[in-house]
């Protein structure tokens, strides 16, 4: 999981095992080795990438635009469209890409779960 566009660079990095430089060529070099290393490391005065470079780095970090986006706004301007944990911000992508039918289905056993109080907090 991640809370911030640091920790999601780190994850790639770390836990998906992407090196920086395969970031920076998944992002059609919308940025470059050096500045997702300096991002990853929380290096000050890294600059926010310009928004006609977003997509790009959406894809890098296996994210949607939007994700992308509401990272870097919070990340860089302090400015956070809602609060989102960070398990729906994991989950987002892969629910995203589901069909009607069965994002309806995982809507249902979600709700089930909860009401159940299978929702134990971490």
């Known amino acids: 999981m991640y809370g911030s566009f640091a920790e999601r660079v780190r994850y790639v990095n770390q836990q998906l095992g992407v090196t920086f430089t395969r970031m920076a060529f998944k992002s059609n070099e919308a940025r470059s080795p050096v500045w997702f290393n300096k991002v990853a490391n929380e290096v000050d005065g890294v600059s926010a990438p310009p928004p006609e470079k977003i997509p790009g ?3 890098a970090l296996d994210l949607t635009r939007e994700q992308c986006t ?3 706004c919070e990340g ?3 400015v956070r469209a809602e609060d989102v ?3 729906v911000q994991q989950l987002a992508p892969a629910l ?3 069909g009607d039918a069965d994002a309806e289905l995982v809507e249902q056993v979600v709700k089930r779960l909860a009401e159940s109080g299978a929702n134990h907090p971490d």
């Open 70 to 72: 509401a990272l870097i």
């Open 57 to 59: 780095i959406a894809k």
């Open 96 to 98: 995203d890409k589901l």
């Open 76 to 78: 860089w301007y302090g």
């Open 85 to 87: 944990s960070p398990r």
